[in-house]
């Protein structure tokens, strides 16, 4: 009886992993290479990115991703791999060192600038929408301290 408990608990345990959420690198996202391409609604070309095998195997998918909180607007937030003065923004630093966060309605507050913090969601790669970022965390929650 107690094999069959125990190997209950593995199974279980190992069908839970593939429901989990991955935890997502800085490092995985720099898979990704540009090109130029016209944009008519803005009327020039622009770099777009051409994402790799490692961020195409997360798209769609539930990741963790921890970074720096930068605050663009009131309720527009970015991930950084940087502090704010090296951002993609400010600094050198490349497009694929941030992610447009997409706050769930429950994590709708005010985030403080630089502000190490955790989240998790779904990414979406963009490849087409000049308005938003090339990552994307759809449903961003922060993941507590």
Same mark, same amino acid.
Request: proline share 5%; hydrophobic share 45%; net charge positive.
């Given at each position: 009886?107690? $094999?069959?408990?125990?190997?209950?608990?593995?199974?279980?345990?190992?069908?839970? #992993?593939? +429901?989990? /959420?991955? &935890?997502? &690198?800085?490092? /995985?996202?720099? =898979?990704?290479? +540009? *090109?130029?391409?016209?944009?008519?609604?803005?009327?020039?070309?622009?770099? &777009?990115?051409?994402?790799?095998?490692?961020?195409?195997? +997360?798209?769609?998918?539930?990741?963790?991703?921890?970074?720096?909180?930068?605050?663009?607007?009131?309720?527009?937030?970015?991930?950084?791999?940087?502090?704010?003065?090296? %951002?993609?923004? %400010?600094?050198?630093?490349?497009? *694929?060192?941030? #992610? *447009?966060?997409?706050?769930?309605?429950?994590?709708?507050?005010? +985030?403080?600038? =630089?502000?190490?913090? &955790?989240?998790?969601?779904?990414?979406?790669? $963009? =490849?087409? =929408?000049?308005?938003?970022? $090339?990552?994307?965390?759809?449903?961003?929650?922060?993941?507590?301290?």
């Amino acid at each position: 009886m107690k $094999n069959v408990i125990v190997s209950l608990m593995l199974m279980v345990s190992f069908a839970a #992993i593939g +429901y989990g /959420q991955s &935890t997502l &690198t800085w490092k /995985q996202l720099a =898979d990704v290479k +540009y *090109e130029p391409r016209y944009f008519k609604e803005i009327n020039q070309k622009i770099l &777009t990115p051409l994402f790799g095998k490692t961020p195409k195997a +997360y798209e769609g998918k539930e990741v963790l991703i921890a970074g720096y909180v930068l605050p663009l607007d009131v309720k527009l937030y970015a991930l950084s791999k940087f502090p704010y003065a090296s %951002c993609f923004f %400010c600094g050198g630093a490349g497009a *694929e060192t941030i #992610i *447009e966060l997409q706050l769930h309605p429950k994590a709708a507050t005010r +985030y403080k600038m =630089d502000e190490w913090r &955790t989240f998790k969601g779904t990414l979406r790669l $963009n =490849d087409s =929408d000049v308005m938003h970022f $090339n990552y994307i965390l759809e449903n961003a929650m922060p993941v507590a301290k």
